[in-house]
């Protein structure tokens, strides 16, 4: 595990993975084995420490590999700001469509529920909104509603926040 080192960040040590053979030229399927490489290392920790990957770890360790040069993941999640998330949210909407749905709908992200219904916050600009219509069994249309909301499209007043 030489390709191994800590870099400190918001005064924390994270772990980080240096890419020492980098090609130019690469092929996508030296693209996908270099990630591969980097899961195999995720793996291997999680081995040695017999652990295993929160919901969010492990929803990040199914992205890797599938982010492109408009998505970046550098100090994901740990030193993401509000705007940092923001414009993440932005950059998948603007990715090509078909293959963002795709990606959604297998990453396990699902609509916010309390006792099997929609979140009351969520239901009230669901109803608010006259213009869009969504489906809350489609978890792209939850990332559509979250970027709506957070361009401020047609939100209920008792929704916004002031900034």
């Known amino acids: 595990m030489d390709d191994l080192y800590l870099k400190m960040m918001n005064n924390q040590p994270t772990l980080k993975v240096l890419m020492s053979d980098v090609i130019q030229g690469t092929t996508p399927t030296r693209i996908a084995s270099v990630w591969n490489h980097v899961k195999e290392i995720i ?11 929160s919901g969010d770890s492990s929803s990040f360790y199914d992205f890797i ?6 998505v970046p993941l550098e100090t994901y999640p740990d030193a993401w700001s509000y705007a940092d998330k ?15 749905k795709r990606y959604v709908q297998t990453s396990g992200i699902v609509w916010p529920t309390e006792d099997g ?3 009351p916050m969520l ?8 213009t869009s ?3 809350t069994d489609v978890p792209w249309d939850y990332i559509r509603l979250c970027r709506n909301v957070n361009k401020k499209f047609d ?4 929704v916004k926040v002031s900034e």
């Open 43 to 53: 793996t291997h920790c999680c081995t040695l420490d017999n652990a295993t990957l």
């Open 65 to 70: 590999g599938r982010q492109s040069k408009r």
């Open 86 to 100: 923001s414009a993440y949210l932005l950059l998948i909407m603007q990715e090509e469509k078909v293959m963002m």
């Open 117 to 119: 219904l929609i979140q």
């Open 123 to 130: 239901q009230l600009i669901l109803d608010h909104d006259k």
């Open 133 to 135: 219509t969504y489906d």
């Open 155 to 158: 939100v209920p007043k008792s």
